[in-house]
């Protein structure tokens, strides 16, 4: 992942920038997709992440922090935006479903780097 454009600056301050981003589901196998954008403590890593186990979708661990969290369905393509704190470093992205089977975790994206000015 890598920004094409760079985020926004934000009009009430420097450190909040707008993310803007897309979300396209061009699938029909679940009922909902609840995507998260969040940030992760120094020292973690995408294999952290993807080592937290599917289905453990109540309460994310103690080192990851979410920032938003968005709820698409299927075969839908949605426009979002979100303020972000550039200092908190990089973003990643998690992906989880409804359906059969009840909630899980389907996938991890990341690190976003966020550029500084």
């Known amino acids: 992942m890598k920004v094409i454009t760079p985020i926004s600056e934000s009009y009430y301050s420097p450190l909040w920038n ?9 699938d029909q196998t679940y009922q909902n997709y609840l995507m998260w954008t969040e940030t992760i403590a120094p020292g973690k890593t995408l294999a952290d992440m993807e080592a937290i186990p599917p289905t453990a979708t109540r309460i994310p661990p103690s080192w990851v922090k979410i920032i938003i969290g968005d709820i698409v369905y299927p075969m839908t393509r949605t426009f979002h935006y979100v303020s972000v704190d550039i200092t908190e470093g990089p973003l990643y992205f998690t992906c989880m479903v409804q ?3 009840g909630p899980r975790t ?12």
Do not use: R
């Open 106 to 117: 389907i996938g991890h994206l990341g690190p976003l780097e966020v550029p500084t000015k």
């Open 18 to 26: 707008v993310l803007s981003y897309d979300i396209v589901v061009n």
């Open 99 to 101: 359906g059969p089977g």
